[in-house]
C-alpha cells in the first residue's frame, strides 16, 4: 500500500489485547478510524489464541455490536470525494471531523468524534457540502439511529453544531428533507 500513498492501521493483532479490552468505552471512535478484524464487530474483549486456532467463549457486547452493524451497513454511504472538516470553538482540539460527498444513496457523509476523556460541543463547518440543494436536511446516525433535522441556512450560518460525551462518535448520512 505504501508505494500508491496508502497507509493501514490496525487496532488489534493477534497476539496482543483486543481494541475492545484497551479501547472499553472509546471504541467506536477508534473503529471509525480503523479497520474491523474478526471479534470487533462483537464486542469481544479477549485475546485470540490463533496458535491453537481457537477463541474463547464470551458474550457479545450488544452495545458495541449494535453500533458495528450500523457502521459497516452505512460503509457503502462513506464513498466518493473525502474531506476534512474544519471545527470551531473552544474545544474543537477534542475532535475530529471528516465528509464524503459522491456516494449514490445519500447526499453526503459526515462522521464527528470527540476524541478526548471529556463530554465536549463545537460547531462542524461543513463548507459549502449542502448548498443550494434544499432548505432542511436530514441526517441519520448511523451508529444510534438517531435521526437529525435542520435547517440548511442555519447549517450555513454557524455550522453543524456538536456535543458529545467522551470518545462517543456520530456518523451521519445526510439527505434533503
Known amino acids: ?18 481494541a475492545a479490552f484497551h479501547f472499553q ?8 478510524a480503523t479497520m ?16 491453537l486456532r481457537r477463541a474463547s467463549k464470551e458474550a457479545p457486547d450488544a452495545a458495541i455490536a449494535q453500533a458495528m452493524r450500523g457502521l459497516i ?8 470525494q473525502w474531506k476534512e ?7 474543537a482540539w477534542r475532535f475530529l471531523a471528516w465528509s464524503w460527498k459522491g456516494a449514490a444513496d ?8 470527540n476524541y478526548s476523556d471529556e463530554e465536549a460541543w463545537a460547531n462542524v463547518e461543513l463548507g459549502g457540502l449542502f448548498e443550494g440543494k434544499g432548505d432542511t436536511l436530514c441526517m441519520a446516525d448511523a451508529l444510534t439511529g438517531e435521526v437529525f433535522e435542520r435547517s440548511l ?25
Open 85 to 91: 472538516l474544519q471545527i470551531r470553538g473552544d474545544a
Open 106 to 113: 445519500v447526499a453526503a457523509s459526515v462522521v464527528v468524534v
Open 1 to 18: 500500500c505504501m508505494a500508491t500513498g496508502q497507509l493501514c492501521h490496525f487496532t488489534e493483532n493477534h497476539d496482543e489485547d483486543r
Open 153 to 177: 441556512a442555519a447549517l450555513g450560518a454557524e455550522g453543524l453544531v456538536v456535543g458529545l460525551k467522551p470518545f462517543q462518535s456520530h456518523l451521519l448520512l445526510c439527505n434533503f428533507k
Open 36 to 51: 474491523v478484524m474478526w471479534g470487533q464487530a462483537q464486542g469481544f474483549k479477549a485475546r485470540l489464541a490463533v496458535h
Open 25 to 32: 468505552g472509546k471504541t467506536m471512535a477508534a473503529a471509525l
Open 73 to 80: 451497513a452505512a460503509l457503502p454511504s462513506c464513498r466518493g
